[in-house]
């Protein structure tokens, strides 16, 4: 009798729903058609019932995603407009790694769309000693809807792309034979536990999340600034040459070398990597200043090679400076090296770049010219 009156609630709230709010649930009817799931998936119960929770648990996330990675989102959409997928795929994003391009996993994934080192290469991704572009926004946006798509063609519908993209191609294939159906209700059915509970709160978290980012009462409520943040790409890629430090880079553009650090996140090193001309991405009002001067300035090469390194257990009493004292290095170097901004602890473990003894040639400068391109 309280099953069959809680299912009464819970109806009369969503009908409640549908009536008072029709713009809102309008939305959230194409947020489902929009990856092919059939509208009445809104009223399934246990849907319904984990959608307030997860938006209590989750919600957080999406705020601090829109408004501390505004030069990341729109990007996201542009490309994905581009490319003719469905704007929702940000939010799969969101629920990896909250947009966060040093994201890093248990199992090691990295960057805004959690990949592991195989599936970056085979994607076309680099992943070496200089770089890794699984933390280039772009690189890898492109990466992961080249990816999303291969799946769509395989099992035919968006949802079962971005399940896939959890689970497993197998393990999606599994369950879909093991339900004999693909639809959504079905295969996330928490009873019948044909997907893990992993990939069931996976599905909900996105929904959820695309649900929240058309509800203007929730955006008033927390920040209404948001409602209209970032609705252009702020900025460009440009080429520039091999081998020469990021601070010189960041002075031809005019920028604070913190702020190009911001912007090229697959840099692994002070430097861009050896060999073919690289590329780095620079706010989108320093354009013009960076065309002006880049074919003058006189970048020298720098060393490239990897430097050795050492593990330091941090002592009671330690700091950044007297560390990087010790080792005759910068505390910039120490900063770089182990991801940190300015505090301590005791026993934590630094990776001490230990410096080579030969000394760059000075001398060794070349002139190049750029290409601008996005």
Not at 32 to 51: C, E, G, V, W, Y
Not at 84 to 93: G, Q, T
Not at 102 to 120: C, E, L, N, Y
Not at 136 to 142: C, E, F, L, N, R
Request: glycine content about 2%; hydrophobic content about 40%.
């Amino acid at each position: 009798m309280k099953k069959i009156v809680f299912i009464f609630i819970i109806t009369f709230n969503c009908l409640f729903a549908q009536i008072y709010t029709p713009e809102y649930y309008k939305k959230q009817v194409d947020v489902l058609r929009n990856l092919d799931i059939d509208p009445t998936f809104i009223k399934d119960l246990n849907f319904i019932q984990s959608k307030d929770d997860l938006k209590n648990k989750h919600s957080q996330v999406l705020l601090d995603s829109m408004k501390n990675f505004s030069n990341i989102t729109p990007m996201i959409r542009e490309i994905l407009i581009e490319n003719n997928v469905p704007s929702e795929i940000l939010y799969l994003a969101i629920v990896e790694s909250g947009l966060k391009t040093h994201s890093i996993s248990d199992a090691k994934a990295v960057g805004i769309w959690q990949f592991m080192r195989p599936t970056a290469r085979n994607l076309g991704l680099r992943v070496d000693a200089y770089v890794d572009e699984r933390r280039d926004p772009v690189k890898s946006t492109y990466a992961a809807i080249n990816y999303l798509k291969s799946l769509k063609a395989e099992f035919g519908k968006w949802y079962l792309a971005l399940l896939a993209y959890n689970c497993g191609n197998g393990k999606l294939r599994q369950a879909i034979r093991q339900a004999k159906s693909d639809d959504l209700a079905v295969l996330i059915d928490p009873d019948k536990k044909y997907l893990s509970l992993e990939t069931r709160t996976f599905i909900r978290k996105i929904l959820t999340l695309a649900f929240l980012s058309n509800d203007e009462e929730f955006f008033i409520k927390k920040d209404a600034s948001l409602m209209n943040y970032s609705l252009s790409n702020p900025f460009v890629k440009v080429d520039v040459p091999s081998g020469v430090a990021l601070r010189d880079l960041a002075k031809s553009a005019n920028i604070s070398f913190a702020t190009l650090k911001k912007y090229n996140p697959q840099f692994k090193h002070n430097f861009t990597p050896p060999g073919k001309d690289y590329y780095m991405y620079i706010p989108l009002e320093k354009l013009a200043f960076f065309n002006k001067n880049f074919k003058s300035y006189k970048f020298t090469k720098v060393d490239t090679s990897i430097p050795k390194s050492k593990i330091y257990v941090v002592k009671p009493g330690d700091s950044l400076y007297e560390i990087a004292k010790t080792y005759n290095i910068s505390v910039d170097d120490i900063k770089e090296m182990n991801k940190i901004n300015k505090y301590l602890s005791v026993n934590q473990k630094l990776i001490i770049p230990i410096k080579n003894k030969e000394k760059n040639n000075a001398n060794n400068k070349k002139d190049y010219t750029q290409i601008v391109s996005r």
